[in-house]
């Protein structure tokens, strides 16, 4: 790549539920890069007026609690309506999309710039996201791990299992990088740290 947009490389970022993925941004972020979390992105939309009296108009009043949406009661809801799940899309979506290109437009203006700019996206390849990247990477883990990990999460992983997401395994394939997390942190920083060289070159 050439011109103004090859700056700062933009990276995309996913893995399943308990593989890693948030870990994997702390540490790019520890590295250098600039990083963003969808799920924070959502998270803050939740707690947002106008997004509240949406979602409270069409799921019903019972999703919000002590001032923001809940997002297990919403997903419990969405997950079992397709129509319901694809306008809850389509609400949030614009928004977060709005959002990340106003980050990745600051990332692109700092001074000195940022080595790469990477977003967290559970949803990339299923969303159809993975085009809007220069490069994607796949964090992975060894199921057993992943549901050890995951068990204190309650809502959340009912939430990806109800979903639509793709396997481990698919992801990883179509991913441009696929990093294994079944060692330590200190293993994973070391695995990103030649991902990040590689997308340096």
Do not use: C
């Amino acid at each position: 790549m050439s011109g103004p947009a090859a700056r700062v490389p933009f990276v995309g970022l996913t893995g399943g539920l308990g593989a890693g993925k948030s870990t994997a941004l702390a540490i790019f972020e520890e590295l250098g890069a600039a990083t963003l979390s969808t799920d924070a992105v959502v998270h803050d939309l939740y707690g947002s007026d106008h997004i509240i009296s949406a979602v409270a108009e069409r799921l019903g009043a019972d999703v919000v609690r002590d001032g923001r949406v809940d997002r297990g009661a919403v997903a419990r809801k969405v997950f079992a309506v397709a129509d319901d799940r694809e306008w809850l899309e389509g609400l949030l979506w614009p928004q977060v999309g709005e959002r990340m290109l106003a980050w990745r437009a600051e990332a692109e203006a700092a001074e000195p710039p940022p080595p790469i700019a990477v977003v967290e996206t559970p949803l990339l390849f299923e969303a159809g996201l993975d085009a809007a990247y220069d490069h994607t990477i796949a964090v992975t883990a060894d199921e057993d791990l992943r549901a050890e990990r995951a068990g204190a999460r309650g809502h959340e992983a009912v939430a990806e299992r109800a979903g639509r997401q793709l396997s481990q395994e698919e992801k990883a394939e179509r991913a441009d990088f696929h990093v294994r997390n079944d060692g330590t942190r200190d293993e994973l920083k070391a695995e990103l740290s030649h991902v990040l060289a590689s997308i340096r070159g």
